[in-house]
């Protein structure tokens, strides 16, 4: 069974500008989670989708948004990129909604300049 | 709110020696406990996961952890390393306070394995 995968892998971009990444979870799996890795601050919750639907939302700002499609493929998007927001992004996907075990991807490298 | 201390940011040690990766969480409700690593460039792998039943739990790889509910610890231990575990281990707890939806993490261990 495929992995959870992520794309882009890598990616570049200037302030002020929007991205939009990409999570796709194991077969089957309907919740998808989102994670913000950074050095100072490790890792962070974002939010959680479960049937196109958000269920719980972290610590951020409104410019973190994302969405859930019918197949439980979901996009991040951040708009106005602030240096900031340098991170790697890493999805997880699990069966259900807040189930106990998550499994990642490989995430998506953004710089931003 | 529950918190993961991981007691140390980084331990090095020698090929074939013993391993104990600390870790310690707070959280006065029942928790899940997992450890995942990290290979440079790469994602979160799960290595062990604590539910509910035996305290002493094994995982891939090798590595066990043993959940102990009066000291509220989830230590990882590998009894002889090899240098392809050289990687950033990070302990999460999930579940209690109204929190069983997300990780909570650590800041990681980087175990670097010398040979």
């Known amino acids: 069974k495929a992995g959870v995968t992520q794309t882009p892998r890598y990616l570049i971009k200037t302030r002020g500008q929007q991205v939009t990444l990409s999570c796709s979870p194991i077969?089957?799996?309907?919740?998808v989670s989102w994670y913000q890795q950074t050095p100072g601050q490790g890792l962070q919750f974002l939010f959680e989708y479960f049937s196109e639907t958000q269920r719980n939302k972290g610590n951020f700002p409104g410019r973190f948004s994302g969405r859930q499609f019918s197949n439980s493929r979901s996009e991040m998007n951040v708009s106005t990129l602030e240096l900031g927001d340098s991170a790697l992004y890493l999805c997880?996907?699990?069966?259900?909604?807040?189930?106990?075990?998550?499994?990642f991807g490989p995430g998506t490298r953004l710089l931003v300049l | 709110a529950q918190s993961v201390t991981q007691l140390d940011s980084q331990v090095p040690v020698f090929e074939e020696a013993p391993v104990e990766l600390r870790c310690n969480y707070s959280?006065?409700?029942?928790?899940?406990l997992f450890w995942y690593v990290q290979y440079p460039n790469q994602g979160l792998q799960l290595l062990l996961k604590?539910?509910?039943?035996?305290?002493l739990v094994k995982g891939i790889n090798g590595f066990e952890a043993e959940f102990n509910k009066s000291q509220t610890s989830f230590h990882l231990r590998k009894p002889s390393v090899h240098i392809s575990d050289t990687a950033e281990y990070f302990c999460?707890?999930?579940?209690?306070?109204?929190?069983?939806?997300?990780?909570?993490f650590g800041k990681g261990t980087l175990l670097t394995v010398n040979p």
């Open positions: 999460a707890v999930k579940g209690g306070g109204g929190s069983n939806y997300k990780l909570t």
């Open positions: 997880a996907s699990s069966l259900q909604a807040s189930q106990e075990t998550q499994y």
């Open positions: 604590y539910l509910s039943g035996s305290t």
């Open positions: 959280s006065s409700v029942s928790v899940y």
């Open positions: 077969s089957g799996h309907r919740s």
